[in-house]
Structure formats: C-alpha cells, structure tokens
C-alpha cells in the first residue's frame, strides 16, 4: 500500500509517528517510548545530560522514516521489530527472572518506595521552608539526582570488581564431611 509523501514528511517529525504511519508499528512505538523515557528521565530526576540523545534519536527517526518509505510494502512488514529487542523480554520466564533478580528487584522498590514517601510527604513541607532555608530545599530537591548517582557508582563498582562469589554445593565424592550435630552414645 502505498503512502502519500506529504504525510510521512509531517510525520517524521515526530520521533516514532513516521514509522507508524508507514506501518512499522513495533519501530514506531519503540522510538517514541525512548524518546518519551528519555524526556521524562531528564526533567523528572534532574539529569539534563541525557538531552544529550534527544536530538539523535530524533535525526534517527527522522531520516529512517524516509529509508522505510523507499522499501516496499510487502518487505516493511517482514522488517518490523522493535529496536531494543522487546520481543523477547514480553515471553521470558519472569518467576526465574525474579527468582535470580531478588535482590535487585528488591532493592528498586525500597529506592521506588523511599522516593513516592519523599515526594508525597517530605517535598511538600520543604516548599514551605524555601523563603526561610532555601539551601536546605535546594539539597533534598537534589535526592532523586543523588539516589541515581548512588546507583550508578554501587553498579559500577559491581561491575568493575565482580561481585560476591557463590561457591557451588559440594557434590558427592567430594572431601567433605558433613557436620551432623552431636551424637547420642
């Protein structure tokens, strides 16, 4: 099916929208979801670094729209996938995942539910003392920024140096005795 030109050049401008209208739905929406968490990422915890990638992702989506629009129909639709291969993160086994990621998981949701109790009850009497210490509310604006960078140097550090060895079980024939508590003679 072929699509009017016109249109696709309006909607390139919109990161994901040219995929769309083109009928790459999969790309389409994984260029604007990146766009989009990107954006949000920026303002929400205080990172202006990362507009850095708006303006490339943008260019990204802009000009593949018009490489999508020379293959034909037929072929777009057999090219369709998401660019940060979702597909298989929707058909995992996500008790194994959990089960592995315990930790990790875990420790996402007391920063997540550290962060909700910070700005439903902290952030709201802090603007209030803005006129009085206007240092003080300038620091805990600055949490979520502090948090991500905690995150990133604790990743880092892990990631550098490995982290904490788990010793496998022994096996049988191994030379190891096991201790069985004392024994009634």
Not at 70 to 86: G, H, N, S, T
Request: hydrophobic share 55%; aromatic share 18%; glycine share 8%.
């Amino acid at each position: 099916m072929k699509k009017n030109s016109f249109f696709a050049f309006c909607f390139a401008f919109i990161p994901g929208a040219g995929q769309m209208y083109l009928g790459m739905m999969k790309r389409g929406v994984s260029l604007m979801l990146a766009f989009s968490v990107i954006s949000v990422a920026a303002g929400f915890l205080y990172l202006p670094i990362l507009t850095v990638f708006l303006p490339v992702l943008w260019f990204f989506a802009f000009f593949d729209t018009f490489n999508i629009k020379a293959i034909p129909y037929e072929q777009r639709a057999a090219q369709d996938a998401f660019l940060f291969q979702l597909d298989g993160a929707f058909h995992r086994d996500w008790k194994a995942l959990v089960q592995r990621r315990h930790t990790l998981i875990g420790g996402g949701c007391i920063l997540l539910g550290f962060y909700l109790l910070y700005t439903s009850l902290l952030r709201p009497f802090l603007w209030k003392l803005s006129d009085y210490l206007p240092w003080l509310y300038d620091l805990l604006r600055a949490v979520p920024s502090l948090i991500v960078a905690v995150a990133i140097i604790a990743l880092g550090i892990h990631l550098a140096f490995g982290g904490r060895e788990i010793s496998a079980p022994p096996q049988a024939g191994d030379d190891f005795v096991e201790y069985g508590g004392k024994r009634d003679e």
